[in-house]
């Protein structure tokens, strides 16, 4: 589980994972980059990616 360090960071990390299984993304690049679309900061987005790595077999890296 990924230590939060706000409430930003872990509405981040439940919505990552919710785009990893119902969108289309390609890599882990793809997945920063909707979760900036959907308005989070680039510090917090990059840490979910990078929490969730290696938990996500469908990212490519």
Do not use: P
Not at 8 to 37: N, P, R, Y
Not at 40 to 57: C, F, G, P, W
């Amino acid at each position: 589980m990924i230590n939060t360090e706000s409430s930003s960071h872990l509405s981040c990390f439940i919505e990552a994972i919710a785009i990893a299984k119902h969108t289309a993304c390609t890599s882990c690049e793809d997945l920063v980059q909707q979760l900036q679309e959907k308005g989070y900061e680039d510090i917090v987005t990059v840490d979910t990616v990078n929490e969730l790595r290696s938990q996500l077999a469908w990212v490519t890296q």
